[in-house]
């Protein structure tokens, strides 16, 4: 699963990196510790642009069918076994899929006891990680929301040491067929090469990512196995709970 990121780069930076345009309008959260319901930067191809654009969507999908925005709290990643017959994603899966590029993202995996050291999840290069994703639009009466989800599938290599499931990655020469309207289901959802598995770097790291409360760069530096002192940014910090 995948139920935090990190993600610090602007939208203009976005839009450079996948010759997009930026339509964010500046409401794409950045930060080290983004989690569901806050706003990701997400690139999809859009007709009325002609191309590709970085757009700014609530993180857990609303599919157009909903009641109410409150369903998207628990849709924030879709299994990728099921979503082409998925009442609610198989549309998107259709035709609204979405990169979600992210700096990596944080899993918390068991150790003895009832302790979890978590780990942040990103690419020994410094480049974007991209998630597989899936955007929906909303509309009730005057209010239309733009959302997405995060396709997850059986974690593979070294990244089952931190937990059994893992985000879909995409390498750069699948960007243009998941953006598209076409491809089979199997080409689509097909797992990451071994290339592209072994960019991903597993860093421990503090505790403190496990707060919401806090966002700062020290969530995503190293320490030791096992070491429960999470980094500090300076200054006073909320209180852990």
């Known amino acids: ?27 794409a959260d950045m930060g080290y510790n983004l989690a569901p319901t806050r706003s990701a930067a997400v690139v999809r191809r859009s007709r009325s642009a002609q191309g590709r654009v970085v757009s700014a969507a609530r993180w857990g999908l609303v599919p157009s069918w909903a009641k109410d925005v409150s369903i998207g709290n628990r849709m924030f990643n879709a299994r990728a ?29 068991k150790r003895p006891g009832k302790r ?17 994703g899936l955007w929906e639009v909303w509309k009730r009466g005057e209010e239309t929301l733009l959302s997405t989800t995060i396709l997850t599938t059986a974690a593979l290599g070294e ?34 090469d071994t290339a592209t598995l072994r960019g991903i770097e597993l860093r421990p790291v503090g505790t403190q990512v496990g707060n919401v ?5 020290g969530l995503v530096r190293e320490v030791s196995e096992g070491d429960a002192q999470p980094h500090s940014a300076g200054g006073q910090q909320p209180t852990l709970f």
């Open 81 to 109: 076994e099921k979503v082409a017959t998925s009442a609610a994603f198989r549309a998107a899966f259709s035709r609204r899929r979405c990169l979600i590029p992210v700096d990596g993202w944080f899993e918390w995996a």
């Open 116 to 132: 979890k050291q978590p780990y942040f999840l990103t690419s020994r290069d410094g480049e974007p990680i991209v998630f597989a």
């Open 159 to 192: 990244l089952e040491r931190v937990h059994d499931r893992m985000p879909l990655l995409l390498s750069r020469d699948r960007f243009e067929s998941w953006l598209g309207e076409s491809g089979s289901e199997s080409e689509l959802l097909e797992p990451p």
């Open 1 to 27: 699963m995948c139920g935090r990121y990190a993600s610090t780069r602007s939208s203009d930076d976005l839009a450079t990196l996948f010759d997009a345009v930026d339509d964010t309008h500046g409401e």
């Open 213 to 217: 409360a806090f966002d700062h760069p």
